[in-house]
């Protein structure tokens, strides 16, 4: 079955500190992969995409994740959080079904700590 | 441009009763597709309508669900009669490519089945 995987359910940091929030994926053939961000009240915003090239891809706000084909992983890093970070971040993958869908992990909330 | 507008914002029915969802899509996104997260759980794909025609419903989780997208405009989701596992959060989004752009999603309706 495909499945998207977001181990953390909460990941805390200080601010200014480097953060990561863990993505993975198990689908079959070339995915595409996207991080949202939802704010408290607010739909889920599109953070960054992974379509295919450079296997670095740098977002909104700072963020940018890093596709590795061979760990199925696509996590979200941003090297300096801020407080204004806090919110719920979602991965996901789209894949082809004979039409695309896309496949959303259960989302990581994130703590910035001033 | 205006982004995706969901209404209403709360809901709180009764075990038995119908509700409605409504979502305006961006104008000009052909594509538009309805997501549910239930508490702490993954965002879950119900369905994807390419203007008026439902493209993929094979999320939707039983006949207690019917969404509609008449003139390929706004669409609603209506559940009748509700259940209380029906409790989640409701979310709509529109594409204009259909996927490798991203989704723009609206900010959700919070769904109480009591």
């Known amino acids: 079955a495909q499945s998207v995987a977001q181990p953390e359910d909460q990941v805390n940091v200080a601010e200014g500190n480097p953060l990561t929030v863990k993505c993975t994926y198990s689908v079959s053939g070339n995915p595409y992969l996207f991080w949202y961000v939802q704010y408290p009240n607010r739909g889920l915003q599109f953070l960054l995409k992974?379509?295919?090239?450079?296997?670095l891809v740098k977002g909104s706000y700072g963020f940018e994740a890093e596709f590795n084909k061979s760990q199925t992983s696509f996590h979200l890093k941003k090297p300096s959080a801020l407080v204004s970070d806090s919110a719920l971040y979602f991965c996901a993958v789209s894949v082809y079904t004979g039409g695309f869908k896309t496949i959303f992990g259960a989302g990581t909330r994130l703590f910035v700590k001033a | 441009e205006a982004g995706v507008t969901q209404f209403p914002s709360h809901s709180v029915i009764e075990k038995g009763q119908t509700v409605t969802l409504r979502c305006d899509p961006i104008?000009?996104?052909?594509?538009l597709y309805w997501y549910r997260r239930v508490m702490g759980k993954e965002i879950k794909f119900l369905l994807h309508f390419v203007k008026e025609s439902k493209q993929d419903e094979s999320g939707m989780p039983n006949n207690r669900f019917l969404a509609e997208r008449t003139g390929g405009t706004y669409s609603t989701l209506k559940v009748q009669p509700a259940e209380l596992e029906d409790s989640g959060v409701y979310f709509c989004?529109?594409?204009?490519?259909?996927?490798?752009?991203?989704?723009?999603f609206g900010s959700g309706t919070r769904l109480t089945v009591v």
């Open positions: 104008s000009g996104h052909d594509n």
């Open positions: 992974y379509i295919t090239g450079d296997n």
């Open positions: 989004a529109s594409s204009q490519s259909g996927t490798d752009d991203g989704y723009t």
